[in-house]
DNA sequence: CGGAATCCCGGTGGATACTG
DNA sequence: CAGTATCCACCGGGATTCCG
């Protein structure tokens, strides 16, 4: 255990591997970019992920101050892990590697793993801040039971989670359609033909929205 | 060999994952990122990494589509392995990264592997494009036997392998120096005055050079 | 010589049971 | 709920051998 295997190279990026680069680490991460999470959330949402595993890679991180316990909800009660400003600087990492990896995602398998969140990180990571409109509105997606939205201010989108106060748009969906959406293996309006995509509000809307995310609508006339 | 072991989990990152996630792969890209490779070529920059896993990881990638085999120079003569667009599309997240793992580069040990390209890369991902310079002007670096320039054109600054044609500065330095230059952990300022650094040119161009990678020179008055 | 398959064996990591 | 302990399959590191 004294022998923490590592690369051994005097490089970021061997240094940046030996802390996130072992099995499940980044995962581990991507799970608490959407906020703190505790012990046994994190477990459910990492099926596969053994208890001894995670104990040690949280260990681990909190040793090298990527994340940290915070107590959330009152004096000590709840125990989560939340991502110091170190490991928060690892999200333009993850969104891009997330945003890459979107090329791999095939179809969706009886054995794959969904979870709203994921879909949740898939826009985020999709979102084009160049395409950022002028307007300040705000679009909000009911993805399973999970609720976020995007909000759009001063030429600046972020996503954010929670329900927006006014959003111009309501899509509601399930975490897997969601995901397809934006991997670009489905278009909004395949999706919503076949039901599985539910629109509300401003059309007009929905067609910024799909732009701030580089989203062909899949209506005719684009590219 | 059938059941190749993956997360499972529909998500971007996940599916990335599946695919450069395992030990040394990031690596074996970080080495394509400089230019086509040749097996051997890789095994001498990648210590500690067998010839099985390596033929495995290239087998495997080429087979995902992330690099392929090349010849070059002369008619199949001479084998080598590239980066596909699809493996291009990774340097940006290497990048990031190289930059977020220099905040764990430690001090230079003994058993530490150093290559004169890794401080390539370094330089390459502090590259800051909203500080380059208005000018065009290139300035370039001797790290050990390798040579690389930063040409600025046209306010954008791009680091490219090779002599530049008329450089307005010169580092001369090795690759541990310039590692550790890039990682903040030496100023260029100490590492002149240790003699592990030469500087040649017109200052004015260091000092924008310095900018350009948001160096601190180590002279006074700054931050 | 470049490229890769085949061994062996130690360490990582997956699954489950168990404990504060 | 939040981990710890234990087992064992299998991945990965090293050397050697093989093929072209």
Chains 1, 2 share one sequence.
């Not at 939340?82 to 891009?96: D, K, S």
């Not at 609720?147 to 996503?159: N, P």
């Not at 995509?197 to 989203?215: H, K, S, T, W």
């Amino acid at each position: 255990m004294a022998t923490k295997r590592t690369y051994q190279q005097y490089c970021g990026l061997a240094s940046g591997l030996d802390v996130v680069g072992e099995r499940w680490t980044l995962l581990i991460v991507r799970e608490l970019l959407m906020g703190p999470a505790r012990y046994s959330d994190l477990l459910a949402n990492l099926p596969g992920l053994g208890t001894n595993l995670l104990a040690e890679r949280l260990k681990f991180l909190v040793g090298k101050g990527v994340i940290e316990q915070v107590d959330v909800r009152g004096t000590g009660a709840q125990l989560a892990y939340a991502l110091t400003p170190v490991g928060e600087e690892l999200r333009p990492v993850i969104l891009g590697l997330a945003r890459w990896g979107m090329e791999f995602v095939g179809e969706l398998r009886a054995e794959d793993a969904v979870r709203p969140q994921w879909g949740f990180l898939a826009v985020e990571a999709m979102l084009d801040q160049r395409r950022a409109s002028d307007l300040t509105e705000s679009y909000e997606f009911q993805v399973d039971d999970e609720v976020f939205h995007i909000a759009v201010a001063d030429g600046r989108a972020s996503a954010v989670k929670g329900a927006a106060v006014e959003p111009v748009m309501r899509a509601k969906t399930d975490a897997a359609t969601f995901v397809q959406i934006g991997g670009g293996r489905l278009t909004p309006l395949m999706a919503m033909v076949t039901g599985r995509l539910v629109l509300e509000g401003d059309m007009d809307a929905v067609v910024r929205c799909c732009e701030l995310l580089g989203l062909e609508t899949g209506a005719p006339a684009s590219r």
